[in-house]
């Protein structure tokens, strides 16, 4: 198997934030091995880059909700916040920023709100 799929780890509560955002239930993050490639979707939002471009991974959480639920820009950098949960979340590093999402810079990261955000670290470390 070369391709592992990453839901999103849902919090029923915050579904009035989401589903304008057009976020559905295979949303999530697929990582590809084969194919060298890393890509997470979020409603109309979609990011993709080869595997070689993640530099590091940190499990976060809990976070407070107003900056971690929802398709959003980090308050601290430019990093974008693909999120349907506050309890715990994979921030992704990248070597190489990733075209822009939102905002008016690439991203230089990408926090994902997954069911597994272990198992999606130890597939994405080198």
Partial sequence: MTERFFPYDV?????GVLAPLGLRAGH?????????????????????????????TDITGPHRWYTA?????SF????LTMGTNHRLGLCIGFVDP?????GLKDHSALWVSVADPEA???LLSP
Avoid: C, P, Q, Y
């Fill in 11 to 15: 919090d029923r509560r915050w579904l």
């Fill in 28 to 56: 999530g993050v697929t990582v590809d091995v084969e194919n060298d490639r890393l890509v997470a979707t979020f409603g109309w939002a979609k990011v993709t880059t080869s595997l070689s471009n993640v530099d590091h």
């Fill in 69 to 73: 639920v929802g398709l959003r820009l």
């Fill in 76 to 79: 601290a950098d430019d990093g």
């Fill in 98 to 102: 990733v075209r822009r999402v939102i």
């Fill in 120 to 122: 999606l670290a130890e």
